[in-house]
């Protein structure tokens, strides 16, 4: 009761492909009428970063080259085995292999369509963390922009780690902190 966590309604929250997770968890329950009254997206990991439809000047057209990508990947947190595995499983191209093919837009496909996310009323406040030292940093920041587009400035807040791959929650207690109040105070 000191805590006093859950005042209700439906969280969603997830680290790294759990956040991914959740964003479609999150999705499916809004295109379902179901009610989602917050998502926590801690260092979520998609395959690419630029849509047609948003545009940044620091982003590229291919995961395989984001400014986080070359400045974070051969480094041992994480590993480089691992960044690869990652990848390859959300593009389905090995990590050579910098072809057209496997320049892909997050938001073509049906999960992350920005008209899909257009379409769906009352869009929930979102807390997205990002890591300065992650190979993925990059490839979160346009969905930040496209959301803050459809749903508005206020309704997601973004955190922005000093630490690789969800290793804030260990190295970074004020980023830590800071999502614990943000998203405490949410629920």
Not at 5 to 19: P, R, T
Not at 59 to 82: I, L
Not at 135 to 154: H, V, W
Request: hydrophobic share 40%; proline share 4%.
């Amino acid at each position: 009761t000191s805590v006093r966590l859950g005042g209700g309604g439906l969280h969603i929250g997830g680290a790294s492909a759990g956040a991914t997770l959740s964003l479609l968890a999150g999705q499916k329950a809004l295109q379902d009428a179901i009610r989602v009254d917050s998502l926590l997206l801690d260092t979520l990991v998609l395959p690419i970063q630029q849509s047609q439809r948003v545009k940044d000047s620091s982003s590229s057209t291919s995961v395989f080259d984001s400014p986080s990508y070359r400045r974070n990947f051969y480094t041992r947190v994480p590993p480089v085995e691992w960044s690869n595995w990652i990848v390859e499983a959300l593009t389905g191209c090995e990590t050579k292999d910098k072809s057209s093919r496997c320049r892909q837009d997050i938001f073509g496909g049906n999960a992350l369509s920005i008209e899909d996310w257009e379409q769906l009323a009352d869009l929930p406040p979102v807390i997205m963390v990002t890591d300065k030292g992650c190979t993925f940093r990059d490839t979160a920041l346009p969905f930040i922009q496209m959301y803050k587009n459809i749903a508005g400035e206020d309704k997601i807040r973004h955190v922005d780690a000093k630490a690789s791959h969800s290793l804030h929650l260990l190295f970074d207690s004020d980023a830590s902190e800071q999502i614990a109040k943000l998203w405490g105070g949410l629920i």
